[in-house]
C-alpha cells in the first residue's frame, strides 16, 4: 500500500463527506447488519460498509476491507469472544470515519480541524478518521485510504437513503450476495451502478514448517535427557503496541510457556507479527536447551501451534496435545492486559 499521506485538498473533500454523513443520521433508521459494499475504483477490492449508532452509542461508518475485513465483520456479529480488545482489533482490516466526544481525538486531528476552520461541539461531534490493520494500532490514513473513504461516505448517504424508502434493497436475491456500488470512469467523473455480488473466498495463510535442525536436536536429546511436567504453551497479541521512528505502531506478538498446574511463566518471547512463526520452533529450541529442562506433555490450543511443535516433539518424545482452553496460560494473558490498560496511547 501507498503510505503516503493526504493533501489539503483530500482531507477536506473527506471532512465535507463526514459532515453531510452525520447530517443524515442514518443510523436512525440503519443498523449495523445493514451492509453493502463500495467497490475501490482504483484497486478493485471491495469495502463491506455498515452504519454504527442505531444503538445510541457509537457513531460511525466503518468499512472493512475486502474478503479479509468481511470476515471479521461476520466474527464479531456472530459473538464470537476475544481475550481482550486489542486481540479484538487486531482481527479487523476497516477504515472507520466516527463522530467522537473530543477528548478522544489527536493534536494531528485538532491540526486539521483548526486549519479548515470548522467548528465542532458536544458529545459524538467530532469526525475521526481511522485506519485499523490486523497486527497495527489504529492509525491516521493514507491518502489512498482517505480518498476512498471519501467515496464511501457519499456511496453511504446514497444506499441509506434508498434503504430509508424500501428496506428490502439490501435484501440478496441470492444467498451470500452484498449488494455492491460498484464504479465507471465516466471522462473526470466516476458513476456509480449496483450489482450483486459474492465476496472472495478468504485466502488463509499457509503455515510453513522449516525443516528442524537435527544437530541441535541431538544436542537437546543429549543435554536434556529427563521430560517432567505438564506445559502450557500459546502466542497472541501484546497489548501493549510498539513505535518504531515514523514506522506505524504495531502489536508484537508474545510466546508464552507456562507450567499447567503452578501457573509459573517458564519463558517469554516477543516478536514482530511477519516474524513470529519462522522464529517459532528456534526460541522452543533455544529455551529447552538454556532451561535445561523438557515437559512429559505440551498443551497447545491453536493449529498452527500444534504444526509447528510436532515435529520437534515428535523427535524429542513429549506427547503434544490440542485442547480447548489453556487454563493457566489465559490467565496469565488476562494479569497482562490487565497490567498494560491505559499505557496504549500513541
Request: charged share 30%.
Amino acid at each position: 500500500m501507498n503510505d503516503k499521506l493526504p493533501s489539503i485538498q483530500e482531507w477536506k473533500d473527506l471532512y465535507e463527506a463526514a459532515i453531510e454523513f452525520k447530517k443524515m443520521e442514518c443510523w436512525n433508521w440503519m443498523w449495523d447488519t445493514n451492509i453493502f459494499g463500495v467497490q475501490n475504483p482504483v484497486t478493485g477490492e471491495i469495502g463491506y460498509c455498515c452504519v454504527m449508532g442505531g444503538a445510541g452509542e457509537h457513531f460511525a461508518l466503518a468499512v472493512y476491507q475486502g474478503s479479509e475485513g468481511l470476515n471479521g465483520y461476520l466474527k464479531l456479529q456472530s459473538g464470537e469472544s476475544y481475550p481482550s480488545l486489542e486481540d479484538m482489533l487486531n482481527h479487523q482490516k476497516l477504515l472507520m470515519a466516527s463522530f467522537e466526544d473530543r477528548e478522544f481525538l489527536q493534536k494531528e486531528d485538532f491540526q486539521l480541524i483548526k486549519k479548515f476552520g470548522l467548528k465542532f461541539s458536544g458529545p459524538n461531534s467530532w469526525p475521526l478518521f481511522r485506519s485499523y490493520r490486523p497486527g497495527y494500532y489504529p492509525w491516521y490514513l493514507t491518502g489512498e485510504e482517505a480518498r476512498y473513504l471519501t467515496l464511501c461516505l457519499w456511496q453511504a448517504i446514497e444506499v441509506s437513503l434508498r434503504f430509508k424508502d424500501d428496506s428490502e434493497i439490501l435484501t440478496p436475491p441470492v444467498e451470500n450476495h452484498y449488494l455492491v456500488r460498484v464504479p465507471k470512469k465516466e471522462k473526470a467523473d466516476l458513476s456509480w451502478r449496483d450489482e450483486w455480488i459474492e465476496p472472495l473466498p478468504l485466502e488463509k495463510g499457509e503455515i510453513i514448517v522449516e525443516p528442524i535442525d537435527a544437530v541441535h536436536l541431538e544436542k537437546i536429546k543429549r543435554k536434556v535427557p529427563y521430560r517432567r511436567g505438564v506445559w502450557e504453551v500459546d502466542y497472541f497479541y501484546y497489548p501493549s503496541p510498539i513505535k518504531e521512528k515514523e514506522e506505524r505502531p504495531f502489536y508484537p506478538y508474545i510466546t508464552l510457556w507456562v507450567e499447567h498446574h503452578s501457573g509459573l511463566i517458564l519463558n517469554h518471547y516477543l516478536g514482530k507479527p511477519v516474524e513470529y512463526m519462522s522464529e517459532f520452533q528456534g526460541q522452543f529450541l533455544k529455551f529447552a536447551e538454556d532451561y535445561k529442562s523438557l515437559p512429559q506433555e505440551i498443551l497447545v490450543k491453536k493449529e498452527e501451534t500444534f504444526k509447528l511443535l510436532e515435529p520437534i516433539t515428535s523427535e524429542l518424545g513429549i506427547k503434544l496435545r490440542r485442547v480447548k482452553k489453556l487454563r493457566m496460560l489465559e490467565e496469565a494473558q488476562a494479569n497482562m492486559s490487565e497490567f498494560t490498560a491505559g499505557k496504549n496511547e500513541m
